[in-house]
């Protein structure tokens, strides 16, 4: 079991998501920026799909019930085991009764948490991944709280010590590249060269299901509503109020809003990266672009996992020499002491 002895915000139970039951109104939920959860799962000796901890901001503190393997990603996240400060994106160790304390990211805004053998919370629908809207999935479909308890699955050795020597790509350049549409036409030109011209930034108003942005309002001269047609992560509504939202990971469905563009797959994880006032903007791509930049974006991830390397050893510290056993063994008091 890892024990939840304190927990940041929207602390989530995911795995690689739901697929395929988007025509039954069931979203893929999953994590809101894959590379950095199939990292995470390296690094701890998973497998990619395997369910981690994703956490907004902070982490939060995980005691062991037993001895175990982790790895914690997010940009230079602030990290303890016990009172030892520890590093993001490798291999660490943790002793029955030790706790890992996770604390604030630096410039990205979501970060996981892999254990050796993964979180075995009881799979819904094929996935162990949570869908808040619907308390679907995880641990008793919700976030985290003090005092919760999760299963770790078997493992059967001990994992290399390894460490990232390269990371998923940083979130600080903030032009998003979309496709327009499906419903562009909704738009006058004047509208669409605003929304492609002007500088937008991620509102404080953002969870799993979706990202508001503020800045210039985008008025549909064709009106607002429309028959509910399908969305997917990544569509950019645009509501009465003119503010347009983006759908993330839980996004629903279907939406009765026009869409004014689509953000790539190469490009949403990274949108999902930007924190709260960072200034974006958007540029329109064709869909050859788009498949291109995904195709890349693989290529990218796979020479990530490729490229780890060992871990640097554990620096001895006071604290740590004093916490282990140094003494191998004992003199007999009939052979002489090795200083004669």
């Known amino acids: 079991m890892l024990e939840v002895v304190r927990a940041g915000p929207l602390v989530t139970v995911q795995d690689a998501g739901r697929i395929g039951l988007r025509a039954f109104g069931v979203s893929a939920a999953g ?72 604390g604030s990211l630096g410039s990205t805004l979501w970060g996981y948490i892999a254990v050796l053998g993964g979180i075995a919370c009881d799979p819904v629908m094929g996935s162990r991944s949570t869908q808040l809207r619907f308390a679907l999935g995880g641990h008793l479909g919700r976030t985290l709280e003090a005092g919760d308890t999760l299963p770790v699955g078997p493992c059967t050795a001990p ?21 327009l549409g499906p419903q562009d036409d909704f738009f006058s030109q004047e509208v669409l060269t605003r929304f492609l011209s002007a500088y937008y930034s991620v ?18 001269e064709k009106g607002h509503d429309i028959v509910s047609d399908g969305t997917l992560p990544g569509s950019i509504q645009v509501p009465g109020s003119g503010v347009p939202l983006v759908l993330m990971a839980e ?3 279907t939406g009765g809003y026009p869409k004014i563009a689509t953000v790539i797959g ?8 930007l924190r709260p006032g960072t200034r974006l903007s958007f540029k329109a791509v064709t869909l050859d672009e788009a498949e291109n930049a995904l195709v890349t974006s693989r290529k990218a991830t796979r020479a990530m996992l490729s490229s780890l390397g060992s871990a640097d050893p554990i620096q001895p510290t006071s604290e740590r020499l004093l916490s282990v056993n140094l003494i191998s063994g ?7 002491s090795p200083n004669g």
């Open 203 to 220: 509102s404080p108003k953002f969870d799993r299901m979706a990202m508001t942005l503020e800045g210039p309002s985008l008025e549909a």
């Open 31 to 102: 994590p809101m920026e894959p590379d950095a959860m199939v990292l995470a799962n390296a690094l701890a000796g998973n497998t990619p799909e395997m369910a981690v901890l994703e956490f907004a901001s902070v982490g939060g503190t995980f005691r062991a019930t037993k001895d175990m393997y982790v790895a914690v990603t997010g940009s230079d996240a602030a990290l303890w085991i016990d009172d030892s400060p520890a590093r993001p994106c490798q291999t660490l160790s943790l002793s029955q009764g030790q706790t890992l304390r996770v």
């Open 330 to 336: 004992v003199w007999p008091e009939d052979e002489a």
């Open 159 to 179: 994992p290399s010590l390894r460490k990232a020597t390269s990371r998923p790509a940083s979130s600080a350049l903030a032009e998003i590249r979309v496709l």
């Open 251 to 253: 996004g629903q469905t």
């Open 266 to 273: 190469a490009d949403l994880p990274r949108l999902a990266q």
